[in-house]
């Protein structure tokens, strides 16, 4: 039997779903590269992590993923902090800007692009070809929910978060025999920054205060609540787990029934 998988790849996690899919791998016993544009709150994060397992190895590197080079620096990190890549690989990216289809121009969609669909394409070509050379891996992209159902503002997201959707679909039979599992998992409105920001666009929109577009976006969940990032991560975690194994090329929905309704 393999050893367990223990080098584990998150981006953009310095807070919100990234953070908590941290803390979930953590949990798994894995060690930890984490990275995210901000320095001071990626610090806090990693500092947060190497307290919760002491002695550990957890680094954290400052970087955009919209830039090539971000990638390239990641794998350096890689092999400093483990002379090796990683087994396990989460991409996550901040979410594109919200606005309805006519306020989407050229900028907004390259922009979108390059942030939804580019940085995962690019960590799945660099970080994907390792795992496959290595005979095992763990991929998982955190997308959204809009892939399962569009949402009303986020136009940029229902149309890119479905490409990265179809490319896990698409390399999944190409990396099994290889050993290594791709999946997706696609979560709804989930307490963080990210829908602090979106229910202010919204209510900016309608003309509603925060409260009331907060109220109308809770009653479309049936279960009648936001989520919590540490669902969302569960969710990764099990991606990443000896027990999830056979499983690839599959996207989980983590909206509380919101894109069934
Ligand atoms: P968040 O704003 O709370 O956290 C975003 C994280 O990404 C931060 O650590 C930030 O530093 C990092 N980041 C942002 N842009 C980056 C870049 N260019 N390069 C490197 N790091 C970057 O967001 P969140 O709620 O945790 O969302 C994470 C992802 O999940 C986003 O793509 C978001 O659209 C998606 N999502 C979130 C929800 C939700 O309800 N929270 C729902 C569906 C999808």
Known sequence: MRPPLRRALVTASSRGLGF??????SAQGMELLLCARDGMALAEAVAQLRAAAPGRRIEGLVC???????????QEAALALWSAPPQVLVCNAGGPAPGGFEAVDDAAWRTGFELTFL?????LRHFGAAMCEAGEGRVVTITSSTVARPMSG????NALRPAVAALVRELAPQWAPRGVTINNVA????????VEQLLADAAGRAGVSVAEARAGRLAAIPAGRM????????????????AAGYVTGQTLVVDGGASLA
């Open 20 to 25: 908590a899919t941290a803390q979930a791998l």
């Open 64 to 74: 955009d993923l919209t830039e090539a080079a971000c990638i390239e620096r990641l």
């Open 119 to 123: 940085s995962t394409a690019r960590l």
């Open 154 to 157: 986020l136009t940029v997201s």
């Open 187 to 194: 979560p709804g409105f989930t307490a963080t920054a990210r």
């Open 227 to 242: 989520g919590e990032p540490a669902e969302v991560a569960a969710a990764v975690a099990y991606f990443c787990s000896e």
